[in-house]
């Protein structure tokens, strides 16, 4: 019998037990979202815990590749360790917000300063890279678009998630634009964020398509599917794409990003994708839906616990 | 030689003196758009005020077509006298939170309340026009999209023109749009519109982006250019397409809707479109572009009075 990693390219396959065991045989590296995936807000994923730790026992190298760019990464080793994760540190985390900042620091090697829309985790990320950030003001009541100062050392534009976004945010971003030589970056394309109770929040691709059309530009992507956030891991790991697993629960963002970086690609069903939305893009034929199409399925990570001990 | 109207479909013909009279002969009614057309903020553009009147002096009928939504009709009416317009009614203005209002009581026969995203304008044509809109509220400091309070009767979300643009307002709108049954609108698909000094600021078509990219819907757009404001003239007054001229200064907003219309089409280039970007247009052959060619294009529409006295 050929192997699971040989067979199932593309293929949406259900796996557990055996063929699960021989996949994660066969990889060295495991990449996971986090959202939807080892938890949920402030519940992790039943049994997540176990696998992050029984994966390291096997030798395995552990990442968690996230598109939440709400929180600094300090902010996520606290949360890993309240949820229950044993000894999770900062160089295993990669979040949006951190990898824009290397981006602005590594790859363009930026001077001037951020304008930033965005939570304190894109902030203090930017921060901590030795990248300057306009300070953000309250603008008394008789200030308005027309009128606000704009600080003439802006050279970048970066978005991402923020419940404090306003017209006068997106109106300031819109016209630092004009500058053609502004650099317009987003953490991520992320369209909504499912809440408990069934609601939805809009997600930094909302507000980043509010700011493309008024500025009639197209911002770079810098989190998944963009293939930059496994080069920030490459680059500070030594990371072969064939020996590595991305696990996540959005086939839009995680399982396109896992087949842009070359990656087998596993979808979760703890998330927000199902495995019908999965089958549709399998069994639609059309040649750009394949990106969207995972290699294997599981109903929740916590399978790879019977697998890692079969 | 055969008159200007007939040759110039698509022409993008520069156009005065003895042609226009010809062309300003052959037709029955004439829109306008407002800014950047007839008035750039509060300045008249030169001679517009007696090009208006003139053409009521020669038995023309004058319509005012625009995507503004800020501004209740009355208010229009107010800014056309202050501006040195003679005696323009309510009933020759159509923006597009007027239509909006028409289209909600005339067309969907609406029920239930409007979620409304806008201007004072959009606010109190909903009102005038009868329809229910939700009150806004000022949310609390602990209040977030969480735990909010919905409205149970908003069957609709109309996103306009709105200073007040709010995170919290695009994420409750998101929610209510989760019921498909709501509907979605948006009063014009405007992306940007220019300021005095050089500054631009976002338009209603940026709002709405947002909120189709967080609610995964498409907005019905009521403005241009969208055939239904001239529907919406064409069901007050007996217009007919062919003995009728657009005037506007956005090739991709007027020259459209004109063309979408049936009407003959003409630039003026006191606003936001070139005469270079409408002959890029023309000169790249594309099918799909030649719906932003105009037929004539005028300086300024003062060019108008010369032609009218030829």
Redesign the interface.
């Known amino acids: 019998m050929a192997s699971a990693s040989a067979t199932a390219s593309g293929g949406c396959q259900k796996i557990r037990g055996t063929q699960l065991h021989e996949l994660l045989e066969s990889k060295h590296n495991v990449l996971f979202d986090c959202d939807g995936v080892i938890w949920n807000g402030e519940t992790a994923v039943a049994g997540a815990p176990e696998v992050v730790r029984a994966l390291k026992q096997h030798g395995k190298r552990v990442f968690f590749v996230t598109n939440n760019c709400t929180r600094p990464r300090q902010s996520y080793v606290q949360k890993f360790a309240r949820l229950g994760f044993a000894d999770i540190g900062e160089q295993e985390i990669f979040s949006s917000a951190y990898c824009s900042a290397a981006y602005l620091r590594d790859v363009v090697t930026f001077s001037g300063k951020v304008f930033a829309i965005g939570c304190p985790g894109v902030h203090e990320e930017l921060r901590d890279a030795g990248i300057a950030v306009v300070e953000e003001e309250d603008d008394g009541p008789d200030v308005?678009?027309?009128n606000c100062a704009l600080d003439p050392d802006v050279r970048a534009v970066l978005v991402g998630y923020?419940?404090?976004?306003?017209?006068m945010k997106?109106?300031k971003a819109?016209?630092y634009l004009?500058d053609s030589e502004c650099l317009f970056l987003a953490t991520d394309p992320d369209?909504?964020h499912p809440?408990?109770?069934?609601?939805?929040?809009?997600?930094s691709?909302?507000?980043?398509?509010?700011?493309?059309?008024?500025?009639?530009r197209k911002a770079t992507v810098i989190g998944k599917p963009s293939r930059f956030m496994f080069e920030c891991i490459a680059s500070q790991f030594d990371l072969e794409p064939e020996s590595s697993l991305m696990v996540g629960d959005r086939l839009e963002t995680d399982i396109v990003f896992g087949i842009n970086c070359g990656l087998s690609t596993m979808l979760t069903l703890t998330g927000v994708s199902t495995f019908e939305q999965a089958q549709v893009y399998k069994d639609s034929g059309e040649p750009e839906k394949k990106d969207f199409v995972p290699d294997y399925v599981v109903e929740s990570i916590a399978d790879f616990l019977e697998a890692l001990e079969a």
């Open positions: 308005n678009i027309s923020d419940e404090q976004f306003s017209f997106l109106a819109c016209c004009r369209p909504w809440l408990r109770g069934g609601r939805i929040t809009p997600g691709g909302s507000l980043t398509a509010a700011l493309e059309t008024a500025s009639s």
